[in-house]
């Protein structure tokens, strides 16, 4: 790839980034990103009020963390992808929070939680989620833990990390949107030509990495629709992703995604013992299915793999675009486990 390859799909993806990006000029002004109220209850702000609760990582930095519902429900645990934060789940916190105990994070750097002293890594992904759920998950208790996209990655870097931790901790695991390693070879995100060869890593690790303060014009949010989601998104649900997604600091991440176009996490499939599903988007860009499909086959190889489903008409939002689908397989997956640990 040229040069002026490089530079023109870093050009274009000044669009697609924007479904990665952030307006600067507003969060200097200290502007809050719009909420609208939606015809679609599940994107609306909970009427629960979460309880806050206190979580410091293992370098220190304090993490925001929120849980949703009855305090002895079955326990949930949401860990969002890059860019976003706690808001993102609400869909999926408005449809299970009546039953179940639902714990949301946000991911290091990202919406209230401290940037800390380390430098990113999978490991610091490892920790922080290996923190939240030594003070969420009740002594004698699991939980379903959900990652979407680099909170599933988050999930295969804790089970590579803290093998110990899976089975005492995770009852059942879902991976949506996600992919162990090869994110900047087999990417879409930014329009090629059927025949032209995989984008190197190297142009990757620059667009990835790079913190472009983008406006929020329509521009940019037909572009997040396009190069991010789906065109069967609605317009509620593009401008609810997009709020959040441009609510990140652009240093936060272009840091993490330098991390993400390096990750290798297959050690985590030694490890990761407990039923587990996998989702991807039809219309993905960024975690094209074949991604979901080798977390599917190492999966079924380790004996594990409880479901797989590549769902129609979606791109890389599964849990807005196609949320009562996620909220359909979560449901099943926490009876699954209760189902488990009834029969012992």
């Known amino acids: 790839m040229t040069k002026r390859t490089i530079l023109t799909g870093l050009a274009i993806a000044a ?15 200290g502007d809050d990103p719009p909420r609208g109220r ?40 949401l860990s969002h992808g890059w860019t976003c934060n706690i808001e993102y789940w609400y869909p999926q916190i408005n449809a299970l929070a009546g039953e179940y105990r639902v714990i949301a994070y946000d ?16 490991d610091l992904l490892a920790d922080d989620l290996a ?10 208790r699991t939980a379903v833990i959900a990652g979407h996209s680099m909170g599933g990655m988050s999930i295969m870097a804790w089970a590579a990390r803290y093998p110990d931790q ?10 949506a949107n996600t992919g162990s390693h090869r994110l900047v070879p087999d990417s879409k995100l930014i329009p090629m030509p059927a025949r032209a060869p995989a984008m190197p890593v190297i142009a990757g690790r620059m667009l990835l990495g790079a913190p472009l303060p ?18 069967y998104a609605t317009p509620e649900q593009v401008e609810f992703a997009s709020n959040i997604i441009f609510d990140c600091p652009p240093r936060v991440r272009g840091k993490w995604g330098v991390v993400l176009s390096r990750l290798d996490l297959r050690a985590a499939f030694d490890h990761l013992d407990v039923p587990t599903s996998v989702l991807a988007g039809e219309c993905d860009n960024l975690t094209p299915p074949v991604h979901a499909e080798r977390l599917a086959e190492a ?8 479901h797989f489903e590549v769902i129609p008409k979606t791109g890389h939002l599964s849990n807005i675009e196609a949320a009562r689908r996620f909220n359909t397989e979560l449901l099943r997956l926490a009876e699954k486990s209760r189902a488990l640990v009834e029969t012992g």
């Open 15 to 29: 669009g697609a980034a924007g479904a990665i990006g952030v307006a600067a000029a507003l969060r200097a002004r």
């Open 38 to 77: 939606y015809d679609d209850e599940l994107l609306n702000t909970p009427a629960l009020a979460p309880e806050v609760i206190e979580v410091t990582s293992d370098d220190g930095a304090r993490l925001r963390v929120h849980a949703y519902g009855p305090a002895d429900g079955d326990v949930i645990v």
């Open 107 to 122: 991911q290091r750097g990202h919406g209230g939680s401290e940037i800390g002293p380390k430098r990113f890594s999978t």
């Open 131 to 140: 923190a939240v759920l030594a003070a969420v998950v009740p002594e004698g």
């Open 166 to 175: 899976v089975r005492r901790y995770a009852g059942a695991v879902l991976l």
């Open 214 to 231: 983008l406006p929020r014009t329509k521009l940019v949010r037909a572009a997040l629709q396009d190069r991010v989601m789906c065109r």
């Open 299 to 306: 999966l079924e190889q380790a004996g594990v793999l409880d």
